[in-house]
């Protein structure tokens, strides 16, 4: 069995800084909130152990992404560059951009994509001047991404801006229709408006679905995340553990225990996110 985790933050550079591992405690009250226990390589902060434990699972690449916020901390395109240079067979990457200077942004996303980037993740409820994904601000960005073919990954869900309006999937759904071209993925999957998103996805066939971290340990709408993927969402699922706030082996047999079909696991679980990153099958 073939594993890609969409969603993975190494125990290197600038992720060390954020919550995430500098509260270790608080990474283990969410992990356990969902059914699930810190693997060692956490609490270690080892990449060695990480991909080892990757290798246990599965896991043959991980998407590193990128973060511009002054909420949740920020990981610059540099980083990102140098964490996937130090294990380029296993990582590749997704740069973060600051969508507040849409000039600027626009020339960031230009600068990821000469560096390697598969791709660019945008957060604009997280940034300096909360803003939700539909925002006119936003619209000269997606359409340099779409001209470009650059795909992009939302923070669509769980805690992506001031209140809860912004992961409601309206704003996704006016971004897809607006930009037919443009690939995006819906990170946290839009959590918690679970049969929405999937509504929208039905509708729009541009959007790829990524609950992660929201699918596991009885969340709501995790039974509907799992309908769609063993339906008409086959094509355009992605599977993702959130690490380090879940183990990616325990991620990924739940993710077998939810009811994952056989005839799709091999998509779901690595096909969609090759076909997106340009991995060679």
Known sequence: MRVIDFRLRPPLRAFLD??????????ERMARGIGMELPPSVRQRSVELMLKEMDEAGVEWGVVPGRISPVLGTIEADDIAA?????????????????????????????AVKMGMKGVVIEPGLSSRPMHLD?????PIYAHCEVRKVPVLFMAGGNAGPDVTYTSPEHIDRVARDFPELKMISGHGNWPWAAQIIHVCYRRPNIWLSPDMYIFGGMPGAQDYMNAANG??????????????LPFKDGVE?????????????????????????IRQ
Request: proline share 4%; net charge neutral; hydrophobic share 50%.
């Open 18 to 27: 954020m919550v995430m591992y500098s509260n270790i405690d608080r990474t």
């Open 83 to 111: 964490i996937v240079a130090q294990h380029p067979d296993r990582l590749v990457g997704y740069a973060g951009i600051d969508p507040v200077n849409s000039r600027n942004a626009i020339a960031a996303v230009d600068t």
């Open 135 to 139: 925002d006119a601000r936003m619209y």
């Open 232 to 245: 008409f969402l086959a094509e355009r699922f992605l599977f993702g553990t959130a690490y380090p706030l």
């Open 254 to 278: 739940a993710m077998l225990r939810l009811g994952l079909k056989e005839s799709v696991m091999d998509r779901v679980l690595y096909k969609n996110a090759a076909e997106l990153l340009g």
